[in-house]
């Protein structure tokens, strides 16, 4: 399920592109169902009082058999395999669900950003559960601004954030996504989401990312063998398995 010469290019010359339908609807399902049982108001919630929280989780793989099958579909790795090469390894995954009135906003970000110390270029892919739009908490991108590298972050509660004047310049544009489409973007791209203004639409997404084997902090020179190999000189590993075990309560966010 790898992506097109022309969906390759975009990604490439802009940062991002919508993939459109790649799983099947019976998959979309148990995703879903699992998604619902793990991200809700009674396990998690991000954003204030204020505005309005939102369920969020991280790591669902490690609270579900079911979706840790998932970060070894195709959908996922063949495009990752286009992007990062022959020996990658599983980075990340979370679960958003800006349910309707919750007001809070995610400002502008590099995925990056929230690392301690500078990591390499990964690959978010941003699978949404339901269609997704600015007027329900949709993402927004600044395109062509990952080619322009990383950007100093500062911290506003849980969220890294880049700064007003550190910016890139480009004109912000809506990603909108039908339920079921399956985004994939730079770590580097420039993106925010803000509130869910609707009365009724919810907008889940499961985000999950991808890094390259040899993936290390640009500062302090950590390796991140601790995260599971995916595909191994080319091969899909059997299991989500690494050299050194993952503790997730030290990891942000």
């Given amino acids: 399920m790898p992506l097109s010469d022309e969906q390759l290019n975009h990604y490439r010359d ?4 919508n ?3 790649l ?8 995703m879903a169902v699992e998604f619902d049982r793990l991200v809700n108001f009674d396990e998690q919630v991000l954003g204030n009082k204020e505005d309005g ?13 079911d979706l840790a099958d998932f970060i070894l579909h195709p959908a996922f790795v063949e495009v990752a395999r286009q992007i990062l090469g022959e020996d990658i390894r599983f980075w990340w995954d979370q679960g958003i669900n800006k349910a309707p009135g919750s007001g809070s906003p995610i400002a502008w970000h590099q995925d990056n950003g929230y690392q301690d110390g500078r990591t390499q270029e990964f690959l978010t892919c941003w699978l949404a ?5 600015i007027k329900n908490g949709g993402l927004e991108v600044i395109p062509g ?5 990383a ?8 969220h890294a954030v880049i700064p007003e004047p550190l910016l890139p310049e480009g004109v912000p544009t809506p990603l909108d996504a039908r339920a079921g489409d399956l985004l994939f973007f730079s770590s580097r791209l420039v993106h925010r989401t803000g509130g869910n203004s609707s009365r009724a639409d919810q907008r889940r997404a499961w985000v999950v990312q991808y890094c390259r084997a040899d993936h290390v902090n640009e500062i302090t020179g950590e390796s991140y063998d601790n ?3 995916v595909l191994r000189d080319g091969e899909y590993a059997k299991t989500l398995t690494s050299e050194r075990p993952f503790d997730l309560g030290r990891e942000r966010p």
């Fill in 129 to 133: 559960l339901d269609a997704s739009s």
């Fill in 14 to 17: 802009q940062g991002f592109v």
């Fill in 23 to 30: 799983f099947k609807h019976d998959e979309l399902t148990r």
């Fill in 151 to 158: 950007r100093e972050h500062e911290w506003q509660g849980v």
């Fill in 227 to 229: 995260r599971p190999w």
């Fill in 19 to 21: 993939a459109g339908q």
């Fill in 53 to 65: 929280v939102f369920p969020y989780r991280a790591m669902l793989n490690f609270r579900s058999p």
């Fill in 145 to 149: 601004s990952a080619a322009k590298g």
